[in-house]
């Protein structure tokens, strides 16, 4: 079995998101682990899920209630509200991945539970509560508990100037080199202004994407054999911000490792906040062009 | 010199001055954020100091700034959020080839 090399002075923000199973699977692949991992999980869904089964108790009883439909009632993650306006996931799933093996940029199949994916690698962590990524909940554990000065940052909200000021240094892999693509859908916006994947890695501060830059890369656009007549442009795009950016972030994230592994040793470039454009969430009447992007050109033509 | 800048002369008098553009930038950024502009706002663009919205026709040529700007300076993130402000006053503006925009960088 490969020996892992620790990260020693560095922390996983794991959650329930694509990008944190993709960075778990490729730092494990790659032979690094970080000294510690902690699971953030969230409150508010199991909030939900009892105020929906007191709601239901106070109308029927127990017997009245189909199992079936109490369970629909009271599973609600993040996954099922994608798949919910996704058909035929599956068959565009299989051939991102194929590529993406083909390529050696897939990490892991990203349908999965972050505890499943951490349990087949055999990382230990610490699991806690919180509210949001802001919890103080989670401040107050940083700042008593978490001796590393390096946390590597995997999603689930914009990180607040209460937790960035805490003294860790959060480690960020943005979908866009900076400071040129800054913003929302920059996975999108590089491949329609620029022609490629951009991939940066910075220290956060409070801007967007205005941290200090450790490291920046370029891919070639993968080009999928799917035919996107098929399927509508929601699910086109929730397929490359869901299955695909994330195993090219954690590529990148392994990639910044692999130069030097230890974070204390990195000469980072500050950027001029002036610098660059800021990117909003791209209208869907913009999206066929980046998505003709992405596939075989026999395979060009995209429902709306 | 006043001490607000009204919008509605941004929109009937279309420029590509570097104030201009600052200008338009700040209200490109203001409608992705807050999804409204007003019809005017503090010197330094920060915070508005009317409380009365643009009306549709103000919109229509706020977009029609918007476009041709996005032309102007090769830039589709005008496009992309003129095509949002058409969403919102009703009206779908003409497709564009975005491609052409681009020929590779």
Redesign the interface.
């Known amino acids: 079995m490969k020996e892992s090399r620790k990260l020693k002075n560095v922390a996983l923000l794991a959650t329930s998101h694509n990008v944190a199973k993709a960075y778990i699977t490729r730092l494990n692949k790659a032979g690094f682990e970080p000294n510690r991992v902690i699971l953030l999980d969230r409150k508010k869904r199991r909030i939900f899920q009892v105020a929906v089964f007191k709601s239901i108790l106070k109308n029927y009883s127990v017997k009245e209630i189909s199992k079936k439909v109490f369970k629909k009632l009271t599973t609600f993650t993040r996954s099922n509200r994608n798949e919910l306006q996704i058909d035929n996931i599956g068959t565009v799933l299989s051939k991102v991945k194929s590529k993406l093996i083909q390529l050696d940029v897939f990490s892991t199949d990203l349908n999965q539970p972050t505890t499943s994916i951490l349990k087949n690698v055999g990382w230990n962590y610490d699991k806690i509560e919180i509210n949001s990524i802001n919890d103080q909940n989670l401040i107050n554990y940083l700042q008593e508990n978490v001796q590393e000065d390096f946390i590597i940052f995997s999603g689930g909200g914009i990180l607040r100037d209460s937790i960035l000021s805490i003294g860790k240094r959060f480690i960020h892999v943005h979908p866009g080199i900076v400071p040129e693509v800054k913003g929302a859908d920059c996975l999108l916006w590089s491949a329609?202004?620029?022609?490629k994947i951009g991939m940066s890695s910075i220290i956060m501060n409070k801007g967007i994407d205005t941290g200090d830059i450790i490291h920046t890369s370029n891919f070639e656009i993968p080009k999928f054999e799917i035919n996107i007549e098929s399927y509508t442009l929601r699910t086109l795009k929730q397929t490359l911000i869901n299955f695909v950016d994330p195993h090219y972030r954690a590529e990148h994230l392994v990639v910044t490792f692999k130069r030097e592994p230890n974070p204390e040793k990195w000469d980072t470039i500050r950027q001029n906040t002036k610098d660059g454009?800021?990117?909003?969430f791209?209208?869907d009447?913009?999206l066929p062009?980046?998505i003709s992007k992405f596939v075989d050109s026999k395979n060009n033509k995209v429902q709306n | 010199m006043d001490s607000h800048i009204k919008i509605e002369y941004y929109l009937d008098n279309f420029s590509l001055s570097d104030e201009a553009v600052k200008v338009y930038e700040t209200l490109l950024?203001k409608f992705?954020l807050n999804k409204k502009i007003y019809r005017g706002y503090e010197v330094n663009l920060k915070k508005e100091n009317s409380f009365e919205e643009l009306t549709k026709t103000q919109y229509l040529k706020l977009i029609t700034c918007f476009l041709l700007l996005s032309v102007s300076l090769n830039?589709?993130?005008y496009?992309?959020?003129a095509?949002?402000i058409g969403?919102k006053v009703n009206i779908e503006?003409p497709?564009v080839?975005?491609?052409d925009f681009?020929e590779?960088?």
């Open positions: 329609l202004v620029y022609e454009r800021q990117y909003y791209m209208h009447s913009i062009s980046v | 950024k992705e830039d589709v993130r496009y992309n959020t095509l949002k969403d503006l497709s080839s975005i491609l681009y590779g960088k």
